[in-house]
């Protein structure tokens, strides 16, 4: 299968006026949380975070497919002591630009440091909102499925009457509340907490997500041959994992260091020799 990645160098507020309509599967990014990376991508102030980030997402409705899905990696910010509702406050202002929150993911950082401050305790999750712009969009379930293990067995020695009682699924799940409809399944479907350990190895960026994130998502929402976007690419994790799981990937990257960094890790595991050429005119690298 012959698939393309074109990395973009550029603010992404410019550079997706560049992608036609509806043709992107997945959007999955992680933008600068505000405040954050001050000494890199400036910082955003909490205050002005959604009228920053409204323009971009409005490119991004534009560019996604009706069955396609957006996922944003963000999080809050403590100030004066309480947190931000600058998280709050956007997904509401993106309702009314058109989009559907549809899910909420979190993400469990399995390896987080422990600490404390007067009033609270370190974060170890994250969210990941999934928006969409049609109630019906592409979701494959069957591939993120996880190992059943033995939890059936050892809860049906546990079983109350209630349990004994209720009643099968109504949605056509196959599942319901009775526990045991989950008897001799090798698999069952997650949950929507995802435990994953921070990166720990790549020291070229500031904020590195593991390659897993990526991954679970783009299983879950695309297809081989789909087009995963990330607006805000940092050193390219979304892009070289979508290549390797043979999904098209656009990057784009308004810091040339990184957009290089990224270059270099875009190596393509494809089943044909490929292309590459670097665009120097706009500085777009592209894999054809």
């Known amino acids: 299968m012959k698939v393309e990645a074109k990395l973009l160098l550029g603010d992404c507020r410019e550079r997706l006026k560049e992608l036609p309509d509806n043709s992107i599967d997945l959007v999955f990014t992680s933008p600068p949380y505000a405040d954050s990376r001050a000494n890199t991508y400036g910082g955003i102030r909490p205050d002005d975070y959604v009228e920053w980030f409204l323009p971009i997402s409005a490119e991004l409705l534009r560019v996604l497919r009706p069955t396609g899905t957006f996922v944003l990696n963000i999080k809050e910010k403590v100030v004066n002591g309480e947190r931000h509702t600058y998280v709050i406050e956007l997904i509401l202002a993106m309702r009314k630009q ?53 939890w059936a067995e050892r809860r049906l020695k546990k079983l109350s009457e209630t349990d004994l009682t209720r009643d099968t699924s109504r949605v056509g799940s196959g599942f319901g509340k009775r526990v045991a409809n989950w008897i001799g399944r090798d698999k069952v479907y997650p949950t929507n907490v995802l435990h994953l350990a921070t990166e720990t190895k790549n020291r ?85």
């Not at 401050?117 to 993120?144: A, G, I, T």
């Not at 299983?219 to 041959?225: N, S, V």
């Not at 789909?226 to 979304?238: A, E, K, R």
């Open 98 to 150: 058109g989009w559907l929150w549809t899910e909420e993911f979190i993400w469990h950082k399995k390896n987080s440091y422990p600490g404390k401050w007067p009033n609270r305790f370190r974060d170890s999750w994250e969210r990941l909102l999934q928006f969409n712009k049609s109630r019906k969009f592409h979701m494959y379930q069957d591939e993120v499925m996880v190992p059943m293990g033995n």
């Open 204 to 288: 070229n960026h500031s904020a590195v997500f593991p390659e897993d994130l990526p991954e679970w998502f783009i299983k879950l929402f695309t297809r081989p041959g789909d087009w995963v976007l990330d607006p805000f690419m940092g050193s390219g994790t979304t892009v070289r994992v979508a290549q390797q799981m043979k999904r098209n990937a656009i990057g784009i990257e308004i810091l040339p260091e990184y957009f290089h960094l990224a270059q270099q890790g875009v190596v393509p595991i494809l089943e044909e020799p490929l292309q590459l050429a670097l665009l120097e005119e706009k500085g777009d690298y592209e894999i054809n």
